[in-house]
């Protein structure tokens, strides 16, 4: 990288900083975000009293925005390839996405069902996988079709997570080979869950006696994983459209 580049680079990130710290400090003080653009020029306190909660905020707003900025960062990452989809999902369309999941789906799911080596237990939950596999592939279009920022990161993204994040689990069912990945570590989760969360308040046993690990189970855990994750993903995409608006 040359010299120019990275002042280039040291320049953006500057200038990321600034306007997210600024942005931060206008949530409660006036005049903080482009006031130099305005007459009146940017706030500044004035009394005692005003100039201690002015830097205690500002000193907040540098750890969140310390927090932040790399979320960012990797939200730009996640916006480039959630085009390349969204690219896809347009050539498709979002009938033609709908009869692809119903295909693939609807396909395993009657494979399974006609199989007799398999459990009525395990192809009940590999048909209700599939169900809500379609389901969620069919709302994270329409939530993505409806727009929006708050739609797209509370509906949009969890939806399109669950959607990919099932495969593996129904596949693990049905293949002692794949189970190695998604159904051990769905184990390790689990009893992370009661050692960590229901142990401490005393919830463990109850839980462990009520609720056995059937098939079903290892779907709601990867269900219970993608939702949070495509939260995660959808509010870094959206800091990323923050400081780096999509026409940039």
Same mark, same amino acid.
């Given at each position: 990288?040359?010299?120019?580049?990275?002042?280039?680079?040291?320049?953006?990130?500057?200038f990321?900083?600034?306007?997210?710290? @600024?942005?931060?400090?206008?949530l409660?003080?006036?005049?903080?975000?482009?006031?130099?653009d305005?007459?009146?020029?940017?706030?500044?306190?004035?009394?005692?009293?005003?100039?201690?909660?002015?830097?205690?905020?500002?000193?907040?707003?540098?750890?969140?925005?310390?927090?932040?900025?790399?979320?960012?960062?990797?939200g730009?990452?996640?916006?480039?390839?959630?085009?390349?989809?969204?690219?896809?999902? @347009?050539?498709?369309?979002?009938?033609?996405?709908?009869?692809?999941?119903?295909l693939?789906?609807?396909?395993?799911?009657?494979?399974?069902?006609? &199989?007799?080596?398999?459990?009525?237990?395990?192809?009940?939950?590999?048909?209700?996988?599939?169900?809500v596999?379609?389901?969620?592939?069919?709302?994270a279009?329409?939530? &993505?079709?409806?727009g929006?920022?708050?739609?797209?990161?509370?509906?949009?993204?969890?939806f399109g997570?669950?959607?990919?994040?099932?495969?593996?689990v129904?596949?693990?069912?049905?293949?002692?080979?794949?189970?190695?990945?998604?159904?051990?570590?769905?184990?390790?989760?689990?009893?992370?869950?009661?050692?960590?969360?229901?142990?401490?308040?005393?919830?463990?046993?109850?839980?462990?006696?009520?609720?056995?690990?059937?098939?079903?189970?290892?779907?709601?855990?990867?269900?219970?994983?993608?939702?949070?994750?495509?939260?995660?993903?959808?509010?870094?995409?959206?800091?990323?459209?923050?400081?780096?608006?999509?026409?940039?």
């Amino acid at each position: 990288m040359s010299v120019g580049n990275r002042q280039g680079v040291v320049e953006a990130v500057r200038f990321d900083l600034n306007k997210f710290h @600024e942005t931060w400090m206008e949530l409660l003080y006036p005049r903080q975000r482009g006031a130099g653009d305005t007459v009146l020029g940017k706030w500044r306190p004035e009394t005692a009293r005003e100039k201690v909660t002015y830097n205690a905020w500002a000193a907040l707003g540098a750890l969140v925005v310390a927090v932040l900025y790399p979320l960012a960062l990797f939200g730009v990452v996640v916006r480039f390839h959630a085009r390349k989809i969204d690219v896809s999902v @347009e050539k498709l369309g979002a009938v033609g996405v709908i009869l692809l999941a119903i295909l693939v789906w609807g396909g395993l799911s009657a494979l399974v069902e006609f &199989r007799l080596d398999y459990s009525n237990q395990a192809a009940n939950a590999i048909i209700a996988a599939s169900v809500v596999a379609v389901l969620s592939a069919a709302l994270a279009v329409f939530f &993505r079709a409806v727009g929006g920022r708050v739609t797209t990161v509370v509906f949009a993204y969890p939806f399109g997570m669950t959607a990919i994040f099932l495969p593996p689990v129904v596949a693990a069912l049905v293949s002692e080979d794949v189970a190695q990945f998604s159904i051990v570590y769905a184990d390790q989760i689990a009893e992370f869950v009661r050692q960590s969360v229901l142990e401490p308040v005393g919830l463990r046993d109850y839980v462990v006696e009520k609720f056995d690990m059937t098939e079903f189970a290892y779907v709601l855990i990867w269900i219970g994983i993608s939702v949070p994750l495509g939260w995660l993903l959808g509010t870094t995409v959206a800091l990323a459209d923050f400081i780096r608006p999509k026409g940039e």
